[in-house]
């Protein structure tokens, strides 16, 4: 117990020359272990065996940070912008709390944070180091976090009985404060223990309340579309693309589909058998117009691209798997990290028809005219008063169009009811969303003997400055493509305008100036990711020492000034004002140096008290020096104050005295 009175000693006594604080080694052991808990979760950074043996390397030198010195906050800056800019891509749109990476990022910092407390002078919580057990404790619980739970049952067993050492040694903890502790340790772990034991019951009671549920950014995007009863669909404002370049039409397409029964389109994206698309196929070197598109947000590997481009130009060397049958989608073989960047080429024609738009073959013809075998007869004889077979496709896409337009409203709510969705659409004219538009819209159309398929992905219409559009979650969006004798394949938009994104509330200026700094911390990121370790401790130290030399400066500067001459008949306006300010200054001197002067005890009783009373300040080797040239001051301002009415040489003296203290 003799070191664990030294360390408590030397906290009591900051002050003091060569007296430094260590962490108790229960907490130092419960510390290394979620230290390693942590880096065997996630090899992503491989600086914390560095921050353990920092940590060790407490225990075998005496130097420390001062407690009130910039040191400490140098080191966090140094440590944070590492720990900040070599964290991995997220996988997920949007900040998602409880993202495995952030989760771990998070336990980073606090493992930094622990390693700047042990080198202070003074540890943080008191002696037993309180606060650093709880920043070690959110270490293992960021650990913790991960689906390989199998090393953890051996970490935590460990980890807790340091834990319990630490808490039992601690002597800030007495009575009540212990108990409370030890008690909310045993519920915490009968709750893991519960958890764990039926984890298997409760992950089927959490799916069987979401299965009805369909995320909102998601809306038109599923691998396999179902219309349903839905009631409020809301989307996600979060960014998913950025476009670079007017891409000539706002449909930006992922997946088609051909197959209608029931409510349900396929074939199922999942079960489908894509193949390598060479470059030909994709007419990468074709000319014309680029547009950059930029996926900001994991989407399921999909490219998206303008039906009628020319040509595509993949991300980096990937190759590129498609669907040629079903006009795509093109997607890359495995999820790749975001931000990534593809190029779509545009010619400018209109009528142009690119690697999307592949001639009919007489298979896919039967299967874009094929009719669910319960169709109603009222929609047949819905779709022949809206067009006449004999008109031409185009007249009779637009007719279908309009009519939809102008005999349904636009609602996020919608219950089919029994039977066929698309059939209670259209006959009972309700009102509904996206997807009940371009389902019809294709029924109708096949009816008419025009080829059509349904097509989901964005509408991109948002402008975010010169040449550049983004793309939010709630720009999901789903249409139809016909093909049209003579021309090829074409849009349908049979949505009205009141439901097309476009016509959404505008996003709040508080969410774009959130995402115009992320995209300047995205930018500064990418580039120092580029960079060695090296280069960026380089860098973090060039910003630490630049701070510090001009804190440096500055202080020179007020101190130049402090000491600058004087006259003494302009400094203010009456001896008065003049004597409550150099008594202030007093004052604040008092205070600064952790003397403050009571309002019932002048001066010289006060400054004669600390020689005797054994306080830290009275203790310090340089006390005598300053109490007694606080005490010349004190005799310097009485002969000013009381003495010879306007004696300027006795103010001079005063004043001259307390600059010299204040140095």
Same mark, same amino acid.
């Given at each position: 117990?003799?070191s664990e ?8 006594a900051p002050g003091q020359?060569?007296a430094v604080?260590?962490?108790p ?19 992503s ?5 560095l ?18 010195s910039?040191a400490?906050?140098a080191v ?14 997220m ?5 998602w709390?409880?993202?495995? *990476?952030y ?7 606090c493992?930094?944070?622990i ?5 202070r ?13 709880l920043?070690s404790?959110?270490?293992f ?13 051996w970490?935590?067993p460990?980890y807790?009985?340091?834990i ?9 903890l ?15 772990a ?9 984890r ?13 549920k ?16 839905? *009631? ?7 960014r998913?693309?950025?476009?670079r ?16 029964d029931?409510?349900?389109?396929g074939?199922d ?6 193949e390598?698309?060479p470059p030909?196929a994709?007419?990468q ?9 930029t996926s ?5 590997q999909?490219?998206?691209?303008p ?5 595509l ?5 990937? *190759?590129?798997?498609w ?10 073989p ?9 190029d779509a080429?545009l010619?400018?024609d209109?009528?142009? !028809?690119g690697?999307?738009?592949t001639?009919?073959t ?6 874009c ?10 929609v047949?004889d819905?779709?022949l008063?809206?067009?006449?077979p004999?008109s031409s ?7 279908v169009e309009?009519?939809? =337009?102008?005999?349904?409203c ?5 219950d ?12 009972g004219r309700?009102?509904a ?5 371009a389902?019809a819209?294709?029924?109708l ?11 989901t ?15 939010r ?16 394949w074409v ?11 476009s ?5 709040p ?6 995402e ?18 090296l ?12 701070c510090?030399?001009?804190v440096r ?10 000491a600058?001459?004087r006259?003494a008949?302009?400094a203010?306006?009456s ?15 008092l205070r600064r140096t ?9 001066w *010289?009783?006060?400054?004669?008290m600390?020689r ?8 310090d080797?340089a006390a005598?020096?300053?109490?007694e040239e606080?005490?010349?001051f004190?005799? !310097?301002?009485?002969?000013a =104050? ?8 006795a103010?001079? =003296? ?8 204040e140095?």
């Amino acid at each position: 117990m003799a070191s664990e009175a030294a360390t408590r000693a030397s906290a009591a006594a900051p002050g003091q020359a060569g007296a430094v604080s260590r962490l108790p080694w229960p907490a130092a052991g419960a510390t290394l272990i979620a230290f390693a808990a942590l880096y065997v979760s996630d090899h992503s950074f491989p600086g914390l065996p560095l921050l353990a043996l920092a940590l060790a390397a407490t225990y075998a030198f005496d130097a420390r940070l001062e407690n009130r010195s910039w040191a400490p906050w140098a080191v966090r800056a140094v440590l944070f912008t590492v720990i900040t800019i070599r964290r991995p891509a997220m996988g997920l749109p949007g900040f998602w709390l409880f993202d495995p *990476q952030y989760v771990y990022s998070f336990g980073q910092l606090c493992a930094a944070e622990i390693v700047v407390q042990c080198w202070r002078r003074r540890l943080v919580g008191g002696p037993g180091g309180l606060g650093v057990m709880l920043l070690s404790g959110l270490v293992f619980a960021s650990a913790a976090g991960t689906f390989e739970t199998g090393y953890i049952c051996w970490f935590a067993p460990a980890y807790f009985f340091c834990i319990a050492l630490a808490l039992g040694d601690a002597v800030a903890l007495k009575g009540r404060a212990l108990a409370a502790l030890l008690v909310a340790l045993a519920i915490g772990a009968a709750v893991s223990w519960s958890f764990w034991t039926y984890r298997a019951e409760l992950t089927y009671l959490f799916m069987e309340a979401l299965r009805t549920k369909r995320p909102g950014g998601l809306v038109g995007l599923s691998t396999a579309p179902r219309l349903e009863r839905t *009631q409020g669909l809301q989307g996600s404002p979060d960014r998913v693309l950025r476009v670079r370049g007017a891409p000539g039409e706002p449909h930006l397409r992922a997946m088609a589909f051909d197959n209608y029964d029931r409510g349900r389109w396929g074939p199922d994206l999942m079960k489908r058998a894509p193949e390598m698309a060479p470059p030909p196929a994709l007419r990468q070197t074709a000319s014309g117009r680029r547009v950059r598109i930029t996926s900001l947000a994991g989407n399921d590997q999909m490219l998206f691209v303008p039906l009628h481009c020319a040509g595509l130009v993949p991300p980096g060397e990937v *190759q590129l798997q498609w669907d040629p049958q079903f006009g795509g989608p093109i997607r890359t073989p495995q999820a790749l990290p975001c931000p990534y960047s593809y190029d779509a080429v545009l010619s400018g024609d209109a009528d142009h !028809q690119g690697p999307l738009c592949t001639p009919l073959t007489a298979t896919q013809r039967a299967r874009c005219l094929a009719l669910p075998g319960n169709l109603d007869p009222k929609v047949r004889d819905l779709a022949l008063s809206i067009a006449s077979p004999s008109s031409s496709p185009r007249d009779r896409v637009r007719a279908v169009e309009d009519y939809l =337009r102008a005999n349904h409203c636009y609602s996020l709510t919608m219950d089919p009811g029994p039977g066929d969705p698309v059939t209670s659409f259209l006959l009972g004219r309700k009102a509904a969303h996206c997807e009940y538009f371009a389902s019809a819209a294709v029924i109708l159309l096949r009816c008419l003997d025009v080829p059509t398929r349904y097509v989901t992905g964005y509408y991109a219409h948002e402008a975010a400055g010169s040449g550049i559009m983004v793309v939010r979650g709630r720009d999901a969006h789903a249409w139809a493509e016909a093909w049209v004798e003579g021309r090829g394949w074409v849009t349908v938009e049979a949505t009205p305008a009141g439901g097309l994104p476009s016509a959404f509330a505008p996003v709040p200026f508080y969410t774009r100036a959130w995402e115009w700094v992320a995209d300047i911390f995205a930018e500064i990121s990418d580039r120092l990711s580029a960079m060695g370790w090296l280069a960026i401790l380089g860098w973090s130290g060039g910003v630490v020492a630049a701070c510090f030399i001009a804190v440096r400066l500055w202080r020179k500067l007020r101190a130049w000034r402090r000491a600058a001459p004087r006259v003494a008949a302009h400094a203010y306006s009456s001896p008065r004002e003049e004597f409550a300010a150099i008594a202030a200054r007093f004052e604040n001197l008092l205070r600064r140096t952790g003397l403050p002067c009571p309002a019932q005890r002048t001066w *010289q009783e006060h400054l004669a008290m600390p020689r005797a009373s054994g306080s830290p300040a009275a203790t310090d080797a340089a006390a005598p020096r300053v109490l007694e040239e606080a005490a010349e001051f004190v005799m !310097q301002y009485n002969a000013a =104050r009381f003495g010879t009415p306007d004696d300027s040489d006795a103010v001079a =003296r005063a004043r001259a005295a307390l600059e010299s203290l204040e140095r």
